[in-house]
């Protein structure tokens, strides 16, 4: 994003959080992730897009750890790449085939 826009969407908000918790409430405070990420998105001027394109930011359901032994499912925000979606997980980068929910943006 930094590359498209020359500026970093959560820049005041990075490295103020230390727990999966602290970030959740972040979230939380916008409503929903979608609400947050088009809240960071939209004033850098992406628009909502429904015809998804290679580099298009999505929300996708994706594993972001365990709790009593199942695998956590949470809406995050991915990067589209052909039909796989590029996500930040709790080992680093990961390209899969993910459940998209339907909220995309892309740079114009």
């Avoid at 429904?50 to 359901?61: K, P, T």
């Avoid at 809406?75 to 790449?81: L, M, N, T, Y």
């Amino acid at each position: 994003m930094i590359a498209a826009t020359g500026k970093d969407p959560v820049g005041e908000i990075r490295g103020t959080y230390d727990t999966a918790e602290e970030a959740n409430a972040i979230v939380d405070a916008a409503g929903d992730v979608e609400t947050f990420v088009g809240s960071r998105l939209e004033p850098l001027g992406f628009l909502r897009t429904v015809e998804l394109q290679d580099g298009d930011i999505g929300i996708v359901n994706a594993p972001v750890g365990f709790e009593a032994g199942a695998i956590l499912i949470r809406a995050i925000p991915g990067i589209r790449f052909g039909p796989l979606w590029a996500v930040m997980s709790v080992r680093g980068p990961m390209v899969k085939k993910l459940d998209f929910t339907g909220a995309a943006w892309r740079i114009l």
